[in-house]
């Protein structure tokens, strides 16, 4: 990750001594992989993508304008998204299903700290 985005690239054994690249840059906030390694969890202004490391092809691409947090399942088959709620009605804590970018779960929730998240 640097200033220009996230890329993904393939490690040692390198070829002509240089890493392979599998996924060319893609603008970010923040990424992170899933506990297994399997996946990668990058976070856009517009919302987050998710890839698979192994193909490094986008699994799905989820539309959350303002995110702030974002967490993998221990399994890696759900997403956990957070943005500040405009109202109480706002169903802003959101768990996604990984595969398919479908919302399961949504709720409303004030605020949020990194010892309860």
Known sequence: ???EGVSLL???????GEPAVKLEKVSCNSAKFSDDGSKLLVTMESGVGIYDCD???????????????VAFSPRGKFL?????????QDKNLVLWDVQSGAAVYQLYQKNISKATW
């Open 1 to 3: 990750r640097g200033p």
């Open 10 to 16: 393939v490690g040692p054994h390198f070829k002509e």
């Open 55 to 69: 193909g490094a092809t986008q699994i799905c691409s989820i539309e959350v304008p303002g995110v702030i947090s």
């Open 80 to 88: 956990q998204t957070f943005r500040r709620p405009s109202n109480s």
